[in-house]
């Protein structure tokens, strides 16, 4: 059974940092691209991150392209998303996904995890 368990989303003042965590399990870890994808309260999901198999490209959505590092390990099978200098924008609840295929123009998930919240506020 595939599994993706995220962790770390916390409250956070605008301007700090947080580092979040998603530990899969249940598949080959490596033989996939993981994503990050987010949903802010009210609206819809939005695409923030996508990292290939062994880590040597990455993608980032426009809105937080210089701000955000995703990175993984592979050994531990685990997905990061370090958060930078954060806005009160970016307040949503983060999920990691495991990627089924790229048609092309998007990715196509077939698991998710359950998501962690990370909320910006002074």
């Known amino acids: 059974e595939v599994q993706l368990v995220e962790s770390g989303g916390d409250l956070v003042q605008p301007g700090g940092s947080l580092r979040l965590s998603c530990a899969a399990s249940?598949?080959?870890?490596?033989?996939?691209?993981m994503s990050w994808v987010r949903q802010a309260p009210g609206k819809g999901l939005e695409w923030v991150s996508a990292?290939?198999?062994?880590?040597?490209?990455?993608y980032y959505a426009e809105s937080v392209r210089g701000r955000f590092t995703i990175s993984r390990d592979n050994a531990k099978t685990t997905l990061y998303l370090q958060m930078n200098s954060l806005k009160s924008e970016d307040a949503a609840v983060y999920y990691c996904?495991?990627?089924?295929?790229?048609?092309?123009?998007?990715?196509?998930?077939?698991?998710w995890g359950q998501g962690t919240q990370v909320t910006v506020s002074s």
């Open positions: 249940g598949f080959t870890f490596d033989d996939y691209v």
């Open positions: 990292i290939n198999w062994n880590g040597d490209n990455t």
């Open positions: 996904a495991k990627a089924r295929y790229y048609t092309g123009s998007y990715y196509v998930y077939d698991n």
